[in-house]
């Protein structure tokens, strides 16, 4: 089994920034990708980005040029650079990661975009 666990949500006011983690523990082989997703209250679950062992990356239309992803893979830990917020943004954020062909979420962290 892999633990993930996120951090670093909270409240910050349109325009501003954010820096989630997510650190995954437990046992681990070799994760592959890496991701972000959100969900809105009353909505689904939605992509954010995605990060390859590889580095390589890909992100949801919506926070390209403001959201960058990027992980450490001797460190199993993978961060969200969140700028320029807009209240659209609010939602739970998930971490999943894919490992020996399984994939693991984490319980999430909120973030919230108001004034």
């Known amino acids: 089994q892999v633990q993930l666990e996120e951090s670093g949500g909270g409240l910050v006011q349109p325009g501003g920034s954010l820096r989630l983690s997510c650190v995954a523990s437990g046992n681990i082989f070799s994760i592959n990708a890496m991701a972000w997703y959100r969900q809105g209250t009353g909505e689904q679950r939605e992509f954010v980005a995605v990060?390859?062992?590889?580095?390589?990356?890909s992100y949801e239309d919506s926070v390209k040029g403001r959201f960058s992803i990027s992980r450490d893979n001797a460190l199993n830990t993978m961060w969200l650079q969140m700028n320029n917020l807009k209240p659209e943004d609010t939602a739970v954020y998930y971490c999943?990661?894919?490992?020996?062909?399984?994939?693991?979420w984490g319980k999430g962290t909120l973030v919230t975009v108001s004034s």
């Open positions: 999943k990661a894919v490992d020996r062909g399984r994939e693991y």
């Open positions: 990060i390859t062992r590889a580095l390589a990356t």
